[in-house]
């Protein structure tokens, strides 16, 4: 059976996923499925979009919290600043030791303003020329500690002589602490400058914050979720008919050229597939068409080969007698008979050729595999070119490895490959040198053929392998062989799970490659011997007209 490999400019995509690491892997699996890029698409859309929502949300009701409070707090303070002034003018202030208990009184007063739930508390702080007259360093309602009045707002009372506001942590005598709004305005007492400060717990404000916090993160993680559901919804009503396409194209190109798409409804999706099954219909009754005709050529090759061998080997015969006894000839019809020997010999290899050709379009080559040192083939296929290379003017040169370099191949289509492959460096070579490179590694075994002549440009290169092809149709075949040289080699080489590969560029000649795999059923991955020779140049433009046949 014949063998394939790839190419060695093609991904091994199968077997090289499987072994790529979890990153690369996911990589991959990013590349290769639209839905999931979809669905991770707009669910990190959605979550940007549902952040920044929450984030504006909570701040309008963050600043909506403070605002009110602030008002609120604002007032109350002026009220309890005029209470507290309002109770200094009623006292008592000619008894010096009646001012402590008073600021005492006046702290608990103004703290009990604020009920049971603890709306706020009071600190009284004396002035920095005043001295207070409990010896202390201020008054303060309950628990709270005088420290939790920044110095900052201090300042700002007592240099601003008005009432100033700000927010900071609360702090208690428990070491707990807590934010708040401290409001604070000077109080003038008989005993000297005071400030009266009262502090408001944010607890409140706090837990309503926090709600809404939770509130919204919640809500936006449920509707980022949702949208990531739709999203994946709506794909995957989109992406399945394409995968079943997909999979469709694929079993066509496999062969399965029965293979049609369901169709359901009327919408795009339906008329995908509609047109889907049309062209499928198409594809398999003109490749069925092509097959038919393929195999009629084929049987019609082979046939006529066949058919041809048995009056050919008569004429064979009888030419060969006209040629022993030539030189009884006059000069006229000893030629004729030369003629008629030489046009024998390319007649018969033609056949040969043609029987070799009809052999692979039937599947009906095979391998006869060996273990060879591939420089005996290489040396035996130069021999035999010697003769032709000398009637042209070439030198043939060999540079092989000084080992061996043992492959499992079958020799005689390997040295037919090689053969041709000089005998077409020679017959396209202009006279110049043509050399044959050898190399080999663990896995392969190469032979270029390289020669100096008016080379191949990228679009010959791609079709010099094609049966009967030729640049210039309209030259002669004066020289070479039959046109099928090349077509066979390269079926020989695919044969033996192996590459032929042609480089050239105008006026700078040709270098041939052939890469075989060093045991019979491995696989290539790449060649021992660059396909671009070292000695290439830059392409020239060429005289018109001078064409590689």
């Known amino acids: 059976m014949r063998s394939t490999s790839r190419s060695p400019d093609r991904p091994l995509a199968g077997g090289l996923r499987r072994r790529l690491p979890a990153p690369r892997r996911l990589v991959a699996v990013w590349r290769a499925s639209l839905q999931l890029r979809v669905v991770t698409l707009t669910l990190l859309a959605s979550a940007g979009v549902v952040a920044v929502l929450g984030v504006v949300l909570v701040g309008q009701v963050r600043d909506g919290l403070l605002a009110a409070k602030t008002r609120a707090a604002l007032a109350e303070a002026s009220a309890g600043l005029l209470s507290a002034r309002t109770q200094l ?24 303003r604020g009920g049971e739930a603890g709306l706020y508390e009071v600190v009284l702080l004396p002035g920095r020329d005043t001295t207070d007259v409990a010896g202390g360093s201020g008054r303060a309602s309950n628990d709270i500690l005088p420290a939790s009045v920044p110095p900052r707002l201090r300042r700002a009372v ?15 005598a428990d070491g707990r602490g807590e934010p708040g709004l401290v409001v604070g305005a000077p ?76 169709v359901r409804g009327e919408d795009d999706l339906a008329r995908l597939a509609s047109s889907f099954n049309r062209m499928a219909e198409n594809l398999q009754r003109q490749i069925r068409q092509l097959e038919e005709l393929s195999r009629v050529q084929r049987r019609f090759v082979s046939d006529v080969s066949h058919e041809l061998r048995t009056p050919l080997a008569t004429v064979r015969m009888a030419a060969d007698v006209l040629h022993e006894s030539r030189a009884s000839f006059d000069p006229a019809a000893a030629r004729a008979a030369e003629l008629l020997q030489a046009q024998l010999d390319r007649f018969e290899a033609l056949l040969v050729d043609l029987l070799e050709i009809s052999r692979y379009d039937a599947g009906a080559a095979s391998l006869d595999a060996e273990p060879v040192d591939v420089r005996t083939l290489a040396h035996r296929a130069v021999d035999v070119c010697l003769p032709l290379a ?3 003017g070439s030198a043939l040169r060999l540079e092989l490895p000084p080992a061996p370099c043992l492959a499992e191949v079958d020799p005689r289509r390997v040295e037919r490959v090689l053969r041709n492959l000089v005998v077409n460096a020679i017959d396209h070579g202009e006279g110049r040198d043509v050399v044959v490179r050898m190399a080999c590694d663990e896995t392969a075994v190469a032979v270029t053929v390289r020669d ?44 033996h799970g192996g590459w032929l590969q042609a480089w050239g560029e105008p006026g700078g000649g040709c270098n041939f490659r052939l890469t075989l795999p060093r045991r019979a059923g491995m696989e290539l991955v790449r060649s021992p011997l660059p396909l671009r020779p070292p000695d290439a140049r830059r392409a020239v433009t060429l005289a018109p007209g001078v064409r590689r046949t």
């Open 390 to 392: 000398e009637r042209r």
């Open 89 to 112: 003018a009623a006292a008592d202030r000619t008894d010096p030791r009646a001012l402590g208990p008073l600021l005492d009184r006046l702290t608990r007063t103004l703290a009990n």
């Open 187 to 262: 109080l003038t007492v008989a005993g000297g400058d005071y400030q009266l400060y009262q502090l408001f717990p944010l607890r409140q404000e706090a837990q309503t914050l926090s709600l809404v916090q939770r509130t919204a993160a919640f809500a936006g993680a449920g509707l980022v979720l949702l949208l990531a559901a739709v999203a994946w919804i709506v794909t995957r009503l989109v992406v399945i008919p394409v995968r079943l396409a997909a999979r469709t194209a694929e079993r066509l190109a496999a062969g399965g050229l029965d293979q049609r798409m369901l």
């Open 452 to 495: 100096h002549g008016v080379g191949l440009s990228p679009d010959e290169c791609r079709r010099v392998f094609d049966r009967f092809w030729r640049a210039d149709p309209a030259r002669a075949r004066s020289t070479g062989g039959t046109g099928l040289g090349l077509a066979i080699a390269r079926e020989d080489a695919h044969l």
């Open 158 to 172: 007592v240099e601003g002589r008005r009432q100033a506001h700000t927010y900071t942590r609360l702090w208690y």
